[in-house]
């Protein structure tokens, strides 16, 4: 084994591509959450992260060589909720560990922290509050919880990674996805032959496969030299109108028919972004490449068992 790793949020959509990466780089891995995890190679842990006292006993006398926190209330959920599960139980698990602390420390957060984007974006771009998400602003106050933490976690290495759009095909069923861009796209493909996007198609956003993330964590626990922020993405923008046609050309390969593309006119405020990961990158040599297609017909037989 290579090391012990305690993750939150395993059971997750990111998570689950995330844990089958430590799994198969050969760490030993224990899972922290609500519910336990059904590889039986994996320890699991039962206490939410927004419960102060089960987190404490469930990880009271434990020591991990690396924790790993992915678990988070997403956009879709209240305001409320998200500052319950991403700024409280962040603060909730930082007590927990107070007495064990690890050698490592990665926080998974989100490119939703530097507030609407445009243009070129790096690590030293100043969050814009104004019109930001409930979501992006509770990332960026758990990454202060971390980043600020005092003088007797100096010797654990903390590190922040922002991650862009993230795709690929959910390992836990269990997990509603089909609000994201592609898995939105393949239902709608895959229901009625349309694929319909409701937004200018020319704006760009960046998009990284979650097979990536995962390589890019396994190797970032490795690499002692990966301290602080770091943005992840695949670096290479792509339009909304690149990504429906991918899922068209995925749609007739698979079924051997076309679909319906439908795009608004490009109106009103384009996103023109540029999401800068060469920082990472050069820690990280890691793939990059575009998946949209392979994961677009992975979509379809999800959706057709």
Same mark, same amino acid.
């Given at each position: 084994?290579?090391?012990?790793?305690?993750?939150?949020?395993?059971?997750?959509?990111?998570?689950?591509?995330?844990?089958?990466?430590?799994?198969?780089?050969?760490?030993?891995?224990?899972?922290l959450?609500?519910?336990?995890?059904?590889?039986?190679n994996?320890?699991?842990?039962?206490?939410?992260?927004? %419960?102060?006292?089960?987190?404490?006993?469930?990880?009271?006398?434990?020591? @991990?060589?690396?924790?790993?926190?992915?678990?988070?209330?997403?956009?879709?959920? %209240?305001e409320?909720?998200?500052?319950?599960?991403?700024?409280?139980? +962040?603060?909730?698990?930082?007590?927990a560990?107070?007495?064990?602390?690890?050698?490592?420390?990665?926080?998974?957060?989100?490119?939703?922290?530097?507030?609407?984007?445009?243009?070129?974006?790096?690590?030293?771009?100043? /969050?814009?509050?104004?019109?930001?998400?409930?979501?992006?602003?509770?990332?960026?106050?758990?990454?202060?919880?971390?980043?600020?933490?005092?003088?007797?976690? %100096?010797?654990?290495?903390?590190?922040?990674?922002?991650?862009?759009?993230?795709?690929?095909? /959910?390992?836990?069923? %269990?997990?509603?996805t089909?609000?994201?861009?592609?898995?939105?796209?393949?239902?709608?493909?895959?229901?009625?032959?349309?694929?319909?996007?409701?937004?200018?198609?020319?704006?760009?956003?960046?998009?990284?496969?979650?097979?990536?993330?995962?390589?890019?964590?396994?190797? +970032?626990?490795?690499?002692?030299?990966?301290?602080?922020?770091?943005?992840?993405?695949?670096?290479?923008?792509?339009?909304?109108?690149?990504?429906?046609?991918?899922?068209?050309?995925?749609?007739?390969?698979?079924?051997?028919? /076309?679909?319906?593309?439908?795009?608004?006119?490009?109106k009103?405020?384009?996103?023109?972004?540029e @999401?800068?990961?060469?920082?990472?990158?050069?820690?990280? /040599? @890691?793939?990059?490449?575009?998946?949209?297609?392979?994961?677009?017909?992975?979509?379809?037989?999800?959706?057709?068992?």
């Amino acid at each position: 084994m290579r090391g012990k790793v305690l993750i939150t949020g395993g059971t997750g959509y990111v998570g689950g591509w995330v844990l089958e990466s430590l799994l198969n780089a050969g760490y030993e891995v224990t899972n922290l959450g609500w519910k336990a995890h059904s590889n039986p190679n994996v320890e699991s842990l039962i206490a939410s992260i927004t %419960d102060q006292e089960a987190i404490h006993q469930a990880l009271s006398n434990r020591y @991990f060589d690396t924790v790993l926190h992915l678990a988070a209330a997403n956009q879709l959920a %209240d305001e409320e909720t998200i500052e319950l599960v991403n700024v409280k139980g +962040t603060q909730n698990l930082i007590v927990a560990l107070q007495r064990a602390r690890p050698q490592q420390f990665i926080y998974l957060s989100t490119i939703k922290v530097y507030g609407p984007v445009n243009g070129h974006i790096t690590e030293l771009s100043v /969050p814009n509050l104004i019109g930001s998400s409930a979501y992006g602003r509770s990332k960026l106050a758990a990454e202060k919880l971390l980043l600020g933490l005092p003088v007797e976690w %100096d010797n654990t290495r903390k590190v922040v990674l922002r991650l862009s759009n993230a795709y690929g095909t /959910p390992k836990n069923m %269990d997990v509603d996805t089909w609000h994201l861009l592609l898995n939105d796209l393949c239902s709608s493909a895959y229901q009625k032959g349309e694929i319909v996007l409701k937004s200018a198609p020319n704006s760009q956003l960046d998009m990284i496969w979650l097979g990536s993330v995962g390589q890019v964590i396994v190797e +970032t626990i490795a690499n002692p030299t990966i301290d602080g922020v770091y943005n992840l993405g695949s670096g290479k923008s792509i339009t909304l109108a690149g990504v429906a046609e991918a899922v068209a050309t995925a749609y007739q390969e698979y079924f051997g028919m /076309p679909a319906k593309l439908q795009m608004p006119d490009a109106k009103g405020d384009l996103v023109n972004l540029e @999401f800068d990961c060469q920082k990472l990158k050069a820690h990280v /040599p @890691f793939d990059a490449s575009n998946h949209l297609m392979d994961e677009a017909k992975k979509l379809f037989t999800l959706l057709a068992s």
